[in-house]
């Protein structure tokens, strides 16, 4: 027998084996389960007991107005109640379907409320107006001194019309105005400053009130150039001191200086070694050179001498 042959039949019997063992198997196996089931429900007997269908009125009859004390009296603000002791002692053999009746129509006696009181009004009463609390005004400026160092600058102003309105409104607020005719750009211009003032607090107190008067404006507080002395040929002075250190009559000399005076110091050799002597000055009469020693005592509590000057 050829071999091809004999290979095909021992396939088939293979076949044939695995059919005849794996085949009742797959018979037999049980049947899929579906996702649902078939549950079986037992409803419950219906209760043997008689039930009793009543209707009851919606709408309470309506019933004479008495104020006998055995009823209740009900007003219209407020909420209606049934005395049902009363009810039950007074019909003891009442079946208990009448009593239910009774119980859910009772007789209410309603009274007419009196109407309310109209409120009365309450009587207007004049508030009481309190001062509105405001922060303290700053004082006013001191007024202006001629000796002073101190300017307040407001400004150069091309506008010579818009300037000089400027002026008069510092003016008419107490605060006294200088004028100067400057160039800018070669056409006339007018420069405005406040003042002159002896000290740079008294200066700062005019720029501020210079800002109330015209809020736009941004002032500048500023010091002069120390004023030489006036070269005379001959005059008087009033010299409040001398030094041997010249830092102290430094402090002497800004001190009068801040105080509005035109103070300066003339240095001088001695036998004792150089001097450094403090002047208040000077002055061509004599008269207003002692008007001025006055002023330095009143004010500074210095006694100066008068001398003459150079």
Do not use: C, W
């Amino acid at each position: 027998m050829e071999s091809g042959l004999k290979q095909r039949l021992i396939g088939a019997a293979v076949l044939v084996a695995l059919a005849v063992i794996f085949l009742p198997m797959l018979l037999d196996s049980p049947a899929p389960q579906r996702g649902a089931e078939d549950v079986r429900l037992d409803l419950p007997a219906p209760p043997s007991a008689d039930f009793e269908t009543r209707e009851l009125p919606l709408t309470v009859p309506p019933a004479p107005a008495t104020t006998d004390a055995g009823e209740p009296v009900v007003t219209r603000d407020e909420i209606a109640t049934v005395d049902t002791a009363d009810q039950a002692e007074a019909a003891p053999a009442e079946t208990p379907a009448a009593a239910d009746d009774a119980a859910t129509t009772p007789t209410v006696a309603v009274t007419e409320a009196d109407p309310p009181e109209e409120p009365k009004p309450a009587e207007d009463k004049p508030a009481e107006t309190r001062p509105a609390a405001t922060s303290p005004a700053p004082p006013p400026p001191r007024p202006a001194d001629t000796n002073g160092r101190y300017v307040v600058r407001i400004g150069s102003f091309a506008n010579l019309d818009s300037a000089r309105a400027l002026a008069g409104k510092l003016d008419a607020a107490g605060l006294k105005t200088r004028q100067e005719s400057i160039q800018i750009d070669g056409k006339p211009a007018l420069r405005l400053d406040v003042g002159p003032y002896a000290g740079p607090a008294d200066a700062n107190l005019a720029r501020l009130a210079a800002q109330r008067v015209e809020p736009t404006l941004k002032p500048q507080v500023i010091e002069l150039e120390a004023a030489t002395p006036a070269v005379v040929g001959s005059g008087y002075a009033v010299q409040v001191g001398a030094f041997s250190k010249q830092e102290d009559a430094n402090v002497l000399r800004e001190r009068l200086r801040n105080g509005g005076f035109n103070a300066f110091i003339a240095a001088a050799d001695t036998d004792a070694g150089r001097l450094y002597r403090v002047r208040v000055g000077p002055e061509l009469e004599r008269s207003r050179a002692e008007t001025l020693a006055k002023q330095l005592k009143d004010k500074f509590r210095l006694s100066g001498m008068i001398v003459n000057h150079p």
